[in-house]
C-alpha cells in the first residue's frame, strides 16, 4: 500500500469514528436547537436551495447575550466598545443588510445585557450572516451566553422601529415584551391573529388622546422556532424544537417621558385576552428594557483592498496598517477553499517547493453561536508553571559608528562579567538588531523577579557606569523587561534561538484589558501549522516560555500595561515570506485571518513596538 493510500485509508476510519461517536452522543444528549426560519437550521441551507416560500421575505435578527463582569460597552474610548464598533462594521458589509440598532438591557439585576436588532432583505441575507463571522469574536471575548432568534418581518425593512421618526428623542428607551405560548395555544393562525390584534388595540388605547404620552412607535413580530442542531432530526427531535411561539413587542419610547407604569400596564390589559379555553397554564410574560446606543448604517459599496505601497515585514508593522472589515464575497465555501489552499501548502512544503505552509485560517460561524453552545474559552498558555520563571533584562544600546560586529562582543563580555557576578545572575546573550547595524542589545537573564529587584541597583549603576565610560556609545542606555517561563530542566531555551522579534503591545490599564489581550493573542498563535501536521518546517514558532507581562514595578510609572510577545524565527527571509503571505491573506478574508490580528491592534490602544534580532554566539 502506497503513503497516499494509507493517508485515505487512515482519513477514512477517522470518519466513520466521528460517525459512531456522533451517532452515540445523538443517543445520550439532551436535543440542542440553533437558529432558523421556516423550521429549517442555518446550516442546512445554501442561498440557491432555501427551503421557504419566499426568500424575499424581510428578516429581523435578534441578537442577545450577558456581558462578562467589567465589559462596559457604552464607553467609545475602552476597547470592549472599539470591538464592538469593528464588529457592527464588518457586519454592516453583509450583502442584504438594511440597518442595525443597538442597545443595552437596563433592568439586568447581575450581568449587563447587550441587545441588537438587524435588519435582513431577505431569508438569503439572513443566512449569509448566519455562515458569516459575525458577533463571533465578540461573544468570545465579552459575553456569557447568547441568544441568536429571528423572526419573519413584514414592515418598512428602512426603519422598522420607526427611529428615523424619533430623531427629536436624545434618549430613546425599548420595552421589549415578550409572551411564550404553547404550539397548541396558538396553532391556527386565527389564534395569532387575535393576539396581534389585541396588543396593536391596546398599543392604540394608550395614544388615544394624550399625544402618545412619550410613545413613539410600536411593531410586534413572531419569533422564528429554532430547529435541532442534529443533521436530518428524527421526528422527536423535531417535536422537541416545536413546543412553543414567541411573540414579541417593541415599544419606542422617548426616554425622556418614560414611565415604566405604562408598558405594565399594557402586559397586565393583554393578559386576560391570552388564556385559551383549551390549556390550564397561563402564556408567560417577560419585559426587558433597553437603553439604545447607537444606529448602524450599511456600508457604502466598498473599493477594492489596496496593497501597502511599503513592504510590511514586521508583526509591529502590519498591525498599524487598515484591514478591510469586510464580508468575503464566497462565505459558504471560504472553509473548504481556506482548508485546500493550507493542505497544498504543506504539500509543497513537504517537498521543498517552498520554505514553510501558509498561515492557518479559521473562524466559528454566527449560526453557531445559541444558547448552550457557548465554546470554553482557553487561557494563554504562558501561565506561571510550578518551577517559576525567569526574568530577562533587555539593555538596549547604539553605537557612533557602524561597528558593532567589532565592537559588540567586547562590550558584552564586560556586562557579562560584571553584570556575573551579582547575586541571581543566570546567563547573558547579545544580539543584532536585523534592521539597523549600529544597534544591539544585551539580554541578561535572572533567576527570578525577586532576585532582579535585589540587584537591579547595582546592575544599573555598573551598565551606566559602562555606557558614560564608553568612547563608542552614541545615546544613553535604555532597559526593557520580560519574564521567560522556567522549564523543568532549567533551561531558558535562548541558547537556541537564531532569530529572535520582540513585539510590544502597549494596553490601557485593567485585568480586563489584560485577560482580552491574552485571549487575543493566544487566537494569533494559533495561525501557525496544525499541530498534528509533525514534521513540517515552520517559519516561526511561539514559545510559550518566551515573553509575557512586564512587572507591574517597571510600569508604576507608566499610565498603561505592556505585553512582551517574543516570536522565534527560522531565518529573516521566512519571516519576509510569512508576513507577506500573512497580509495578503488578511486582505483576502477578513473572516480568517483579518480579525484576529484586528483584535491585537484595537485592544493595544497605545499602540505596537517592535525589533528583529539576530542572537549572537560568541
Known amino acids: 500500500m502506497s503513503h497516499h493510500q494509507a493517508h485515505e485509508e487512515a482519513m477514512r476510519q477517522a470518519r466513520e469514528t466521528q460517525f459512531r461517536l456522533q451517532q452515540e452522543a445523538r443517543r445520550i444528549a439532551t436535543p440542542r436547537f440553533g437558529p432558523a426560519v421556516s423550521g429549517v437550521l442555518w446550516r442546512k441551507s445554501r442561498p440557491e436551495g432555501i427551503a421557504d416560500e419566499s426568500p424575499q421575505t424581510p428578516i429581523l435578527s435578534i441578537i442577545e447575550f450577558s456581558l462578562k463582569p467589567g465589559v462596559d460597552l457604552g464607553d467609545g474610548s475602552r476597547p470592549p466598545r472599539k470591538l464592538l464598533d469593528a464588529t457592527l462594521r464588518y457586519i454592516s458589509s453583509i450583502p442584504g443588510c438594511c440597518s442595525i440598532e443597538w442597545g443595552l438591557r437596563l433592568d439586568a439585576e447581575v450581568e449587563a445585557g447587550f441587545f441588537c ?21 465578540l461573544v468570545a471575548l465579552l459575553a456569557s451566553d447568547v441568544s441568536n432568534r429571528c423572526a ?6 428602512s426603519s422598522a422601529l420607526g427611529l428615523g421618526e424619533a430623531v427629536r428623542a436624545t434618549t430613546i428607551i425599548i420595552d421589549v415584551v415578550s409572551v411564550t405560548f404553547s404550539t397548541q395555544d396558538v396553532s391556527s393562525q386565527e389564534r395569532g391573529s387575535t393576539i396581534e390584534e389585541r396588543w396593536n388595540a391596546l398599543v392604540a388605547s394608550l395614544t388615544d388622546g394624550d399625544g402618545g404620552n412619550g410613545l413613539l412607535h410600536s411593531h410586534a413580530v413572531w419569533l422564528e422556532k429554532n430547529a435541532s442542531t442534529f443533521a436530518d432530526p428524527s421526528p422527536a427531535e423535531a417535536a422537541a424544537a416545536n413546543v412553543s411561539a414567541t411573540f414579541t413587542a417593541f415599544l419606542v419610547w422617548d426616554g425622556i417621558n418614560y414611565d415604566s407604569h405604562r408598558a405594565e400596564h399594557l402586559c397586565d390589559s393583554l393578559q386576560p385576552s391570552l388564556q385559551s379555553p383549551h390549556r390550564n ?60 489552499v493550507l493542505d497544498r501548502s504543506i504539500s509543497d512544503t513537504r ?55 567589532v565592537h559588540g562582543p567586547r562590550i558584552y563580555n564586560q556586562i557579562k562579567d560584571d553584570a556575573g557576578a551579582l547575586p541571581g545572575f543566570v546567563e547573558a546573550f547579545w544580539a543584532r538588531d536585523v534592521e539597523d547595524d549600529t544597534k544591539f542589545a544585551v539580554l541578561i537573564v535572572w533567576g527570578s523577579e ?38 523543568h530542566e532549567g533551561s ?49 514558532r511561539v514559545s510559550s516560555n518566551l515573553g509575557g507581562w512586564q512587572p507591574a514595578e517597571a510600569t508604576e510609572t507608566s499610565d498603561s500595561q505592556t505585553f512582551t510577545a517574543a516570536l522565534t524565527w527560522m531565518s529573516p527571509a521566512a519571516r519576509q515570506e510569512w508576513y507577506k503571505e500573512l497580509l495578503g491573506a488578511s486582505l483576502w478574508s477578513y473572516e480568517l485571518f483579518g480579525h484576529k490580528l484586528d483584535a491585537l491592534k484595537i485592544l493595544a490602544t497605545g499602540g505596537v513596538s517592535g525589533r528583529f534580532l539576530a542572537m549572537q554566539r560568541s
Not at 419573519?152 to 425593512?157: D, N, S, T, V, Y
Request: overall charge positive; glycine content about 6%; charged content about 15%.
Open 450 to 487: 525577586h532576585a532582579q529587584r535585589a540587584v537591579l541597583h547595582d546592575c544599573r549603576r555598573i551598565l551606566d557606569g559602562l555606557a558614560a565610560s564608553s568612547s563608542h556609545m552614541s545615546s544613553p542606555l535604555t532597559y526593557q523587561t520580560f519574564p521567560i517561563a522556567r522549564g
Open 492 to 540: 531558558t531555551g535562548l541558547d537556541r534561538v537564531e532569530y529572535l522579534e520582540l513585539s510590544w503591545f502597549y494596553l490601557p490599564p485593567g485585568a480586563l484589558e489584560r485577560q482580552l489581550f491574552e485571549y487575543a493573542y493566544s487566537v494569533f498563535t494559533r495561525m501557525t501549522v496544525p499541530s498534528q501536521q509533525g514534521g513540517i518546517p515552520t517559519a516561526f
Open 281 to 340: 397554564e397561563p402564556p408567560t410574560t417577560s419585559r426587558k428594557l433597553v437603553q439604545l446606543i447607537n444606529q448602524v448604517q450599511p456600508q457604502e459599496a466598498h473599493n477594492p483592498p489596496q496593497q501597502p505601497t511599503s513592504s510590511l515585514t514586521s508583526l509591529a508593522s502590519i498591525l498599524q496598517s487598515d484591514f478591510p472589515r469586510q464580508c468575503s464575497a464566497d462565505l459558504f465555501n471560504l472553509r473548504e477553499h481556506a482548508r485546500r
Open 351 to 405: 517537498a521543498r517547493t517552498r520554505l514553510f505552509p501558509l498561515p492557518q485560517g479559521y473562524f466559528t460561524s454566527q449560526g453557531e453561536l445559541h444558547e448552550g453552545s457557548m465554546s470554553v474559552i482557553s487561557e494563554w498558555r504562558n501561565r506561571q508553571t510550578s518551577w517559576g520563571h525567569y526574568l530577562v533584562d533587555i539593555v538596549w544600546m547604539q553605537l557612533k559608528r557602524h561597528s558593532v560586529r
Open 117 to 137: 436588532l438587524i435588519y435582513w432583505d431577505s431569508v438569503v441575507a439572513w443566512h449569509k450572516f448566519q455562515h458569516s463571522l459575525g458577533f463571533t469574536p
Open 152 to 157: 419573519k418581518f413584514a414592515g418598512r425593512i
